[in-house]
């Protein structure tokens, strides 16, 4: 799959734009601020109905306008085209359409575009809390599983009930059931399928940071929940008192986490930024080909400023990763230096394409 250009309007900086892309590696060079993750997050709003951060869809709405519009064109594995529109008016809610025709809901479309990004907060998927590490499961599993993203729905909505329950102070067992017999079914399917994704992913991991980083290191990954060995049930029964005096729910899925090791120590309290910038992007390249196996489907790959806080070494060797592999279809990379760029487009065969981006606008330069 590729995206064989965009049109955009009112977007974030960018007033109007159209462009079309190289199916190889398209390196987007102009200093900070120009609009170069502007772009990188218009074309994932097309593949996720969502910018790469959380933020409000009104802040995607240019400055001083009433509206956005973002129309890409992607060309498939199956060798058809499609148009998938985005947009978003002030005061009414996000419009998605392919080909024309608006999806009932949102998370009809997610996997339909598969798309993985490194970007520069990649580094809190290890230094933050566990809902970082738990939403990244949950975005990547969902685009290759719908059926997983129907089953968190269904329990993030019982959890709210019974949060609301237990604020509200109602002791009533019988009410309790009928809400824990959903989050108990939901929760068994969630964990099965986390814990065989993180099984999945970890020794792609373990091999793609070893590369990266000249195998003078090595990380592993483990699943924590509080699930292993037990069911949600009683995990909630054995909480139930607790929770009532919290007011909330304190136990299940939804605290699930990921540890991370650097040669058998804690990654998040010994790592350098480089390990963490390392561990990020051979977590990402990872889920990578996860998506493609899954999906049967090439994924878009976002690299935005891929040099920030890694050695000239790993860079040299990510970009050897997914320029030689043949495991790597259409790239996107962000920058502020030409050389950088040159030295990249330097050693990748293919299409490529350098664009030029001040102030919202683009020009391509064609071939570096």
Known sequence: ???KGIEILNFKNIEGATLEFS???????????????NLLDAIHLLSMARPMSSVADSSLIRHGSDMMLVKGFF?????????????I???KRKSLKRNGKEYGRLSEHIGNYPIVTVIPDDTRIISGGGEERRKLMDMVISQANPGYLASLIRYNRALDSRNKMLRAGLKDALLYES???????TAAQIHSIRGEWVRDITPVVEDIYAVISGNREKTTINY???LNGSDMQSVLDSRRQ??????????????DDMDVTLDGYSLKHIGSQGQLKTFAVALRLAIYRYLKDKKGVTPLLLLDDIFD????????NIMKEVSTTGNFGQIFITDTNRKHLDDILSDIEGEKTLINVTDGNFTTVGLA
């Not at 199916?23 to 993750?37: A, R």
């Not at 594995?77 to 998938?84: H, L, S, V, Y």
């Not at 806080?309 to 040299?316: F, M, P």
């Open 179 to 185: 809400i824990e017999v959903s989050m108990a079914e």
């Open 309 to 316: 806080k890694l050695d000239s070494e790993r860079v040299g």
């Open 75 to 87: 060309h498939t594995e199956a060798g058809g085209d499609d148009t998938i529109s985005c947009g």
């Open 23 to 37: 199916p190889g590696v398209n390196c987007l060079l102009g200093m900070n601020g120009m609009g170069k993750t």
């Open 1 to 3: 799959m590729n995206l």
């Open 224 to 226: 924590r929940s509080q």
């Open 242 to 255: 607790k929770d009532q005096i919290l007011g909330f729910t304190s136990g299940g899925i939804h605290r």
């Open 89 to 91: 008016a002030r005061g």
